[in-house]
């Protein structure tokens, strides 16, 4: 299975001396935890906000504090280590840390790294909000940014000072989006178009009720983290749910069938690939009332009920590759295949979910994967973005050459 595109690589994460220093820790155990092969680089004054132990215990080997520890049995560490770097990553940036970068400046380590590197450079910055609205530094950081450095942040919120402000570091988990995004650009699938749908439609009764489904959208979503690791244009057709959105993906939030409809309908052009994971509604209410529906109104109730369109049956464009998903209660492997060519669908991802630990709202499911020709591909327990990449890797082959 392909990894995510965090796993293997070496990335040096620099922290400077920011009261944000602390939460390099949470970035680090995230990019070890994603497989990183991590090394860290503290200036002298990020070691008084933080101990350098707390990187030793998460990346197992020395922090690098100093320009003249040769910290390698390999070669000077400014060589060595920078040499074998896929990314540079600065979190936090300190205003001081960016003046010395825009300016060629190599004094301490990072700044010395950044020099002597020639992997891609993010920069976080994190400082108060006065400091980061000075001329000097919005010049520095134009300077970065001119020279393709990538910068994350800063975003606004409470600051240190006890004001609110632009100056905070952009959280961990959203640096480790952006790393993400940046490392997967030469994955398989870069210079693709993926549309993916995710979560369940609400269809209004009324201004306060709606009819729903159990879908959580983290199928969808995890499709699309994989998309992105792999370096896809990734387009999130997102109906109502409570997960974070992924970095990197253009995010288009519907509500109904009809606007998920419409929003998808839209983003055909230059389209290679839809995945529709998304609970779309069958059946809409025929009316939807203006105002709420009192209860001492109605002893009984009926809702007539009018059919919605079948989505990836109405998408007919020519050089796509279309997956769609069955999530069945009974016959599952006949329902999905019937699915597939009347929706005439390159891929169907077949589950049953009468199973309650799996499916719907669960981290994992238990799938099968079945094509037009025929093969059946039943993936045993995964986790939800194990099972994105293998749809993935199934649907890559079946692309028209670019
Ligand atoms: C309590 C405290 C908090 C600080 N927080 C920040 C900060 O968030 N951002 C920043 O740019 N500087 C901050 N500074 C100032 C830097 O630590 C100082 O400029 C230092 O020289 C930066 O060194 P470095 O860039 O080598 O790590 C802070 C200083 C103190 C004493």
Redo the contacts with the bound molecule.
Sequence with gaps: MMPNSVHGKSILLG??????SYKAVDLASKLVQHGADLDVIM????A??IAPLTFESIIHKPVIQDVFTSGSEEGIYHISATEQADLVVIA???????A?IANGLCD?P?SLAVLSSKAPVIVC????GH?YQNPATQENIQKLTDRGIVLVGPTTGHL?SGSIGQ?R?VEPSDILGHIRLLLGQTGDLAGRKIVVSAGGTQEAIDPVRFLGNRSSGKMGYALAEAAIDRGANTVLIAAPNNLTNPIGAKILEVVTAKEMHRAILNEMEDCDILIMPAAVADWRPKETSKNKIKKNDLENWSITLHKNEDILRSIKEADLVKVGFAAETENTLSQARQKLNEKNLNLIVANNVTETDIGFGSENNEVILIDREGNINELGLLSKYEIGQHILNAVAPMLKPT
């Excluded at 200036?43 to 990020?46: K, V």
């Design positions: 922290i400077s001396g920011s009261i944000s200036t002298s004054s990020a008084q906000f936090p940036a300190t205003a001081n840390m960016i010395k301490d990072i910055p994190a400082m108060d400091m240190a100056g570091l």
